[in-house]
């Protein structure tokens, strides 16, 4: 107060009425707890020649906001809550014990050290890359450096366990719009993925409901529609690839075997394998660009 009006005396400024004394000091103090406790609501100060109601709206607004437990300041009518010197003092002792609490609990957070927010969004992350590596969560404080050389050394550990060292299959350097040409790749193989599950799932629904036709298993149609609903709830979960798969890929990618090789088949003969055609099948499409009714609808949304 002494810094406002010279003096430190509540009194003198109560019986004041709403000189400009009084009103610049409410406004001050009004002022400095909007920016401690990051109000909406202000309250300007007055000239000699300004009304007081708007003085009194905006003051009324704020201490509502404020939530001041003192009804004589808060209720009734405007021109009534300061018309006597003890509502005004009532009211000048309210605002400066706010700011005490104020300014203690705007200590108390600068106080505290500064994180970035960037932090609570990789921590899922880090976490994650923790258990994949085996590698037990640091206790106390520790700099992310520390965390990345600790992940380097399990992964150098895990690799040199490998009876072949996997090869990276991208090794290029890219500058930030190269970058950005891998991140809309990376989001079309996402789509395409998303694309072929639904597909699948959609094959799926169909063989089942073609087994369904059958008059001895209609009667437990109801049992293994349940059975089916949980294992497809599992199905339709797929996480589509994004920039980190792609930089974890290796060599093994580029080698695909197909279902129909003889590896594969020798397993698999039957006594009417001799039958099966010899020329090369029909095309049955199934590509993703190529969907079209409830599929395509369904990944349109």
């Not at 004589?72 to 006597?84: F, M, N, V, Y």
């Not at 969560?137 to 992310?144: C, L, Q, V």
């Not at 169909?206 to 294992?231: H, M, P, Q, Y």
Request: glycine share 4%.
């Amino acid at each position: 107060l002494k810094e406002l009006v010279g003096h430190d005396d509540v009194t003198s400024i109560a019986v004041s009425d709403f000189s400009s004394d009084f009103t610049r000091c409410i406004a001050v103090l009004c002022q400095e707890l909007r920016a401690l406790y990051d109000l909406q609501e202000a309250v300007p100060q007055i000239g000699e020649s300004e009304d007081n109601l708007g003085f009194l709206l905006e003051l009324s607004s704020f201490l509502a906001e404020l939530e001041c437990p003192h009804e004589e300041i808060t209720c009734g009518s405007l021109e009534d809550r300061l018309s006597t010197p003890e509502k005004r003092k009532l009211l000048v002792n309210y605002l400066l014990c706010e700011i005490k609490a104020a300014r203690l609990f705007a200590k108390d957070v600068l106080s505290q050290p500064i994180t970035e927010g960037g932090d609570k969004e990789l921590t899922p992350y880090l976490s994650s890359a923790l258990n994949s590596a085996n590698v037990p969560k640091p206790s106390g404080s520790i700099s992310p450096m520390e965390i990345i050389t600790m992940l380097h050394k399990a992964a150098d550990a895990r690799l040199q366990a490998c009876m072949e060292r996997p090869r990276p299959l991208y090794t290029a350097k890219l500058d930030l719009k190269q970058w950005k040409m891998v991140d809309k790749v990376v989001d079309e193989i996402a789509q395409n993925c998303r694309s072929r599950s639904l597909l699948l799932l959609k094959r799926i629904d169909v063989t089942v409901n073609s087994f369904l036709w059958c008059d001895r298993i209609k009667s437990r149609e109801a049992e293994i529609r349940e059975l089916f609903a949980k294992r497809r709830a599992a199905m339709s979960h797929v996480t589509p690839p994004d920039v980190a798969c792609l930089l974890a890929a290796s060599h093994d990618l580029l080698r695909v075997e197909q279902a129909s090789s003889a590896r594969l088949r020798k397993n698999t003969r039957s006594k009417v394998h001799p039958l099966a055609l010899a020329a090369r099948p029909t095309d049955r499409g199934g590509r993703t660009n190529e969907m079209i009714g409830d599929i395509a609808r369904e990944q349109a949304c």
